[in-house]
């Protein structure tokens, strides 16, 4: 497997957790069991093969993230192969505006299924023609029948958890008329609904997917990849296991509620294996719990509706959990990748706290976002005994932990923005800040005393004023001289960089938005969103689209990648510095 090294197994610096299913791997490895195969031409397949297999419905999401570091991870740490696959059997909801997008979200995450064997990516719709002859099969086998019961009846002969079904009236129909009738099918001599096929297995077992699944269903639709071709689909019981056979998976790992498909999965393919379609070892399904993410929703179908009802700005609104969404605003992909990797693999389902998200970016860009200044709520400072014209440069550290990586340089000038919380005119008990009297450090320039403050008709402040220590500036040896509680930071008036600033947080206040069938769309956070005018230090205006910055004292911000530019600033907040939501 061929994987950007960098972006490997996150910045923990150890060996990921173990869990269940690297166990099972270990254990198949350790007996050998998928060791032997090859391809119809000889050539040696991979111990471990995976797949990734999502339908091509909508974006991806947070949940869809877990699994795709899941799979292509363990390919990855085993030596392994990752498919991607889209799962287009189903012709109505698919487009190629969503197959991009998932392309786009598995690549920029890390991945890719590209190696020594080929390029792994396909597309189910490409065994159509063989789903259909080992459909043909099964019906020749004595193993599927076409069922003619209208919806209504199926539906009522199916039983339920405490009633076996009763046989359709169909079942016993002889496998030359069902074929000719699935041919039929096929030709488009029917309506949808009108006939169906059904494997023929048993309508008493206790688990009601095994009561004679549906396997092929007339479809008059259009599909976005065999257009016209098609008039029958295969149901997804029935497809998924081909298409993880036909691409020699070893090991399709699924969320908890396939659990109950897994004995159709294994008569599926035991069947198919005995008409001379696959070799055993036959894949192998082995569910884990899905994702659910506290303050998100994760559900294409869901996610679909805030889209389409412009309650967001579309898939990639950074306040979606969408992976577009994540990546527009601010986070990496080793962020995402080390969130996966601490949420873990469960067999029981449980819900991840949104802290656990924040925290891996905070994680992952500490150590490697340079320093910013950023004020957000300007309000004017004003030095009344600092030069008129004097503009005298104060420098800081890009990165306060890697002094290799060297220093920014900004002026410090008679007027400067600070953040309108650094000033109480009357302060609070325990507030260092500026107040009349009070001494504080302009971080990386003078510090200053404040004398007195200026306000509008209302009463309103909108000036402080100060007079500043020559002989305090930072990394000169007056500055030791000076003792202050407070540290403050600052842009100078005439130098700053204007810029449009997103304040983002959490799209819901409830953390769990839509359990128990609860209207999600009642628990959003109208201040997910607040877009200002923020003044930068100078030097951030060779910013490039998507780079990530530490705006200090206030979080990590990303030059949007999208609306950035020299000429107009723009910068989404990925996530404050500390979490204000917990305790
Ligand atoms: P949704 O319910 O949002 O439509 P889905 O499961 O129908 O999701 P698919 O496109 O079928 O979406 O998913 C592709 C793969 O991603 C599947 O293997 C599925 O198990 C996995 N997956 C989807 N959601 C999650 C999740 N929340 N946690 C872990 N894996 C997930
Ligand atoms: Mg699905």
């Excluded at 597309?123 to 019906?139: G, R, V």
């Excluded at 819900?351 to 320093?371: C, F, N, V, Y």
Aim: proline content about 7%.
């Amino acid at each position: 497997m061929s994987t950007n090294a960098k972006n490997t197994a996150a910045s923990d610096n150890h060996a990921p957790a173990s869990n269940f299913l690297r166990a099972l791997i270990e254990g198949d490895l350790a007996s050998g069991k998928n060791a032997q195969r090859t391809d119809p031409n000889g050539h040696p397949l991979p111990a471990v093969v995976t797949r990734f297999p999502p339908e091509p419905n909508g974006y991806l999401h947070i949940g869809h993230a877990k699994s795709i570091c899941l799979n292509f991870g363990l390919a990855r740490d085993y030596g392994g192969r990752c498919t991607m696959r889209f799962d287009d059997t189903n012709p109505t909801k698919e487009e190629q505006e969503y197959v991009d997008s998932i392309i786009d979200a598995v690549q920029w995450l890390g991945f890719n299924w590209k190696d020594e064997g080929g390029d792994h990516l396909y597309f189910a719709s490409d065994y159509f023609d063989q789903m259909y002859m080992m459909a043909e099969y099964l019906i020749s086998a004595g193993h599927a029948y076409v069922d003619s019961q209208s919806a209504e009846d199926m539906a009522k002969n199916r039983g339920s958890f405490s009633e076996p079904g009763k046989n359709s009236p169909f079942r016993d129909r002889a496998p030359d008329e069902s074929l000719a009738l699935f041919r039929r099918m096929r030709a488009g001599d029917f309506k949808d609904g009108e006939h169906i096929l059904r494997a023929r297995i048993d309508m008493a077992s206790p688990n009601m997917n095994m009561r004679d699944p549906a396997i092929y269903r007339i479809r008059h639709a259009h599909h976005h990849r065999t257009g016209d071709k098609w008039c029958i689909y295969p149901m997804y019981d029935f497809a998924h296991p081909i298409e993880d056979a036909i691409e020699y998976v070893t090991h399709s790992f699924c969320t908890l509620e396939f659990q109950d498909h897994r004995p159709f999965y294994d008569w599926l393919l035991e069947r198919l294996a005995e008409g001379g379609f696959f070799k055993r070892p036959l894949p192998q399904q082995t569910e884990f719990a899905r994702l659910n993410l506290t303050y998100a929703i994760t559900s294409k179908r869901k996610l679909l509706q805030l889209v389409e009802e412009k309650i967001v700005d579309g898939w990639d609104d950074p306040r979606m959990p969408t992976i577009a969404g994540i990546r527009r605003r601010g986070f990496t992909p080793e962020s995402i990748q080390l969130f996966c990797e601490r949420a873990g693999v469960a067999k029981a389902d449980s819900w991840i706290d949104m802290s656990t998200l924040e925290g891996a970016l905070r994680d992952d860009l500490d150590p490697k976002a340079p320093r910013a200044v950023a004020v957000l709520k300007p309000l004017k400072l004003i030095i009344d005994n600092f030069p008129d014209n004097l503009a005298d440069d104060c420098t800081a550290p890009v990165h306060p932990h890697h002094p290799e990586r060297g220093h920014r340089t900004f002026p410090i000038t008679k007027e400067v923005w600070i953040e309108a919380d650094d000033f109480m005119e009357t302060p609070t008990k325990g507030y260092f800040r500026l107040f009349p009297g009070n001494k504080v450090r302009l971080r990386y320039g003078y510090v200053v005393e404040c004398t007195h403050c200026d306000k509008d008709a209302d009463g309103k402040v909108i000036a402080v004023h100060c007079t500043y220590f020559p002989d305090s500036k930072s990394g000169t040896e007056g500055s030791a001289n000076y003792k202050v509680k407070g540290t403050i930071h600052w842009v100078s008036v005439p130098h700053a960089l204007e810029a449009e600033v997103r304040l983002y947080d959490r799209l819901f206040t409830d953390p769990n938005p839509d359990a128990g069938g609860k209207d999600f769309k009642s628990a959003l956070n109208p201040n997910a969103k607040e877009v200002i005018t923020a003044y930068l230090e100078p030097g951030m205006r060779h910013a490039l689209a998507d780079e990530k910055f530490q705006f200090e004292r206030h979080g990590y911000f990303v030059a949007d990648r999208v609306e950035h530019a020299a000429t107009r600033p723009v910068f989404n907040r990925g996530v404050t510095l500390k979490d204000s939501w917990g305790k």
